[in-house]
């Protein structure tokens, strides 16, 4: 059995950070791991805004294609047109409806090229600014959701051990200022006894330590006191008691180890 604990003043304090530590430490170790999913979610994310850009592109690109095919074709077919007006003018038709016919081709075609240079330039330039958009801003969310990694958690003070301030405690609750209560004094829980006296009253009184502990008491043995007083001696979990309070010796702290 080890008494030493019960003459630290801070063991109680000490338990309590030491539970403090694990559980900063378990809240830790969930926050890294939820931040661990979050980057794993975020570098799927990454990939989906770079498929989707390159879907855009490539969207814009098809219809740039596109439509310059459909400009090519229909210039095509308004000169064939065109042409097909000349050979009928060859009946001897006036000038005036060559150069409309002529007129109508060039109008024709200025009109399809602006379509194609409209659709090429100014919509794709458009098209592909807002694509662009819709990427950063996707990533940007998709950054924002991610969140920062979990940091370590500060530092929880140990307190240092008391064992002065518990054996005064000890001692100012206890028998050495004649009170009450009842102090632990079965031989079998000391250890390094010496007889240093007697009291007036035929009490021994004893120098020892509790059994794993390094303050040093004076005091007397329940063994002895039952003998003379047995009301003075109680049982606390098989182990004899003293009640100072009615015989005549205190109990006292001699050296307070290190």
Excluded at 18 to 30: G, I, P
Excluded at 56 to 63: A, T, V
Excluded at 141 to 161: D, F, I
Excluded at 176 to 196: C, G, M, P, T, Y
């Amino acid at each position: 059995m080890n008494f030493a604990v019960c003459v630290d003043a801070n063991a109680g304090a000490r338990a309590q950070a030491r539970a403090e530590a694990k559980k900063q430490d378990a809240l830790h170790r969930q926050r890294a791991l939820s931040f661990w999913n979050r980057e794993t979610q975020f570098a799927r994310n990454l990939d989906r805004s770079v498929i989707g850009l390159s879907r855009d592109q490539s969207d814009i690109r098809q219809n740039i294609l596109y439509q310059t095919g459909a400009g090519r074709l229909a210039q095509q077919k308004a000169y064939a047109a065109y042409l097909r007006s000349r050979k009928a003018n060859e009946g001897g038709r006036a000038k005036s409806f060559g150069r409309s016919a002529l007129t109508k081709y060039l109008q024709t075609k200025a009109g399809i090229e602006g379509v194609v240079t409209t659709v090429a330039g100014r919509q794709a330039a458009q098209k592909q600014s807002q694509a662009m958009r819709n990427f950063r801003s996707f990533q940007a969310r998709a950054r924002e959701k991610l969140g920062l990694p979990a940091q370590p958690p500060p530092p929880v003070m140990m307190p240092p051990t008391n064992r002065l301030g518990g054996a005064l405690s000890l001692a100012q609750s206890g028998l050495s200022i004649a009170s009450s209560i009842k102090f632990l004094s079965d031989i079998r829980v000391k250890e390094n006894v010496e007889q240093v006296g007697v009291s007036p009253q035929g009490y021994n009184i004893y120098e020892f330590n509790y059994k794993g502990g390094d303050v040093r008491f004076r005091g007397a043995m329940a063994q002895d006191v039952v003998k003379k007083n047995p009301m003075a001696v109680g049982i606390d979990q098989n182990y004899l008691t003293v009640d100072y309070s009615k015989i005549d010796v205190d109990m006292e702290v001699v050296n307070v180890g290190v």
